[in-house]
């Protein structure tokens, strides 16, 4: 027989030794399962906050903020040019020729978490033009903050993470505020924030008239080029910086993302040696006690290329095996749960995302640590002389 059609025959010899010593197989799917699931949940995080950037914003929404801002919390705009950038050509006008724009006002508070720990959080501003602007399905409040009212809209998310939330009323800045209703916005980026009246958080704190940022609904998606290049030929607008409302939050979101993708990589690379390490030397004595077997098996006949990919592709399976059975739990227990992740403005709310793409990803992962486990025992394993072997 060639090495090819001998690998089918020594891999099914190898597999049926399982049931004989199946502790040395649950040692050795241990260490994959621990890596792979530690790897599965670090993966799941960015692909959550991805998926919040992309549900959030609408492409024919603009947003104007000042240049120096990094964010909508800590831009400023003044009346003049509020009112310069609402008159620009291509944004959209109502039947009675207004532009269709709405100022946002955005600040911070405070609030305690349910595991005691004080956290930020977001409210936003806004004002009947808001709401005329937005596509009713992306966005859902039953009962909308009354104009000039301490009334608040949270979301369900909100509310499980922060029991002040979950009450009738809210202590805000020295005052009390009420809660209406629940934001429901398909578990986007908005649903972080806290939606009152624009005129109501101006005046509770002490800001009257200040705005954070315009949006501007767009005559089509199309249009944002000749609205930014208007308004960089106007020279009141210096300060002024136009974006998608779309791109604004894959930015928002993009460090936090790489943040997370990076921990990921970190985790993975610590774990992955701790795992290559356990189940190298699990391998290495297991291999060291079917050694007069795998002596025998070469006495037989068998190459000893055969013999050794009939070994990888024993512990690639048990690999594949762990990883998948693992990956299978963490999806049960995990996918589309919540967390959370504070920077200095606010809080972000998303949902694990344990999907295919996740999968794919650890399955690789499992297969290389695999890989780079049966190096140095397959290596001391094939490299001993024959005849000492069958002696032992």
Do not use: C
């Not at 916005?185 to 009246?197: F, I, P, Q, R, Y």
């Not at 299978?328 to 995990?334: P, Q, R, S």
């Not at 297969?367 to 001993?384: D, T």
């Amino acid at each position: 027989m060639n090495t090819f059609t001998q690998i089918g025959p020594l891999w099914a010899f190898l597999l049926s030794m399982h049931r004989r010593r199946p502790g040395d197989t649950l040692l050795m799917g241990a260490g994959f399962s621990i890596a792979t699931a530690a790897l599965a949940v670090m993966l799941a995080i960015p692909a959550g906050i991805d998926r919040i950037a992309g549900q959030t914003g609408q492409p024919d929404i603009a947003l104007a903020l000042s240049n120096g801002a990094l964010d909508e919390a800590g831009s400023s705009l003044s009346p003049e040019q509020v009112a310069v950038v609402s008159h620009l050509p291509s944004v959209e006008r109502d039947p009675n020729g207004r532009p269709r724009a709405a100022p946002q006002f955005l600040a911070n508070a405070k609030l305690s978490r349910t595991d005691g720990q004080t956290s930020p959080i977001l409210l936003r501003g806004i004002s009947a033009d808001t709401w005329a602007m937005m596509d009713p399905t992306r966005i859902d409040v039953a009962i909308k903050p009354r104009e000039g009212g301490r009334e608040l809209a949270a979301s369900a998310t909100l509310q499980a993470q922060f029991p002040e939330l979950a009450r009738s009323h809210v202590d805000i800045q020295g005052s009390s505020w009420r809660r209406t209703s629940e934001l429901r916005a398909a578990g986007n980026l908005w649903e972080s924030e806290l939606w009152t009246d624009l005129s109501a958080l101006q005046a509770a704190y002490n800001r009257p008239g200040r705005v954070s940022s315009l949006w501007l609904k767009l005559e089509s998606p199309d249009v944002l080029p000749a609205l930014r290049a208007a308004a960089a030929d106007d020279p009141r607008l210096q300060g002024v910086r136009i974006v998608s409302q779309v791109e604004y939050y894959e930015q928002q979101v993009g460090f936090l993302t790489r943040l997370a993708r990076s921990a990921a990589l970190g985790v993975s690379l610590l774990l992955g040696a701790g795992a290559i390490l356990a189940i190298s030397t699990t391998l290495g004595m297991v291999l060291e006690r079917r050694r007069r077997e795998m002596a025998t098996l070469r006495a037989l006949g068998f190459s000893d290329t055969a013999v050794g990919t009939a070994l990888l592709l024993d512990l690639l399976a048990i690999g594949a095996l762990a990883s998948l059975v693992t990956f299978g739990i963490v999806h049960v227990f995990l996918d589309g749960a919540s967390f959370g992740t504070s920077s200095v403005n606010q809080a972000v709310y998303a949902r694990f995302v344990v999907d295919a793409e996740v999968m794919t990803a650890v399955l690789g992962y499992a297969l290389l640590v695999g890989l780079a486990s049966s190096a140095m025992p397959l290596r001391k394993v094939m490299s001993g002389r024959l005849v000492d072997a069958l002696r032992e």
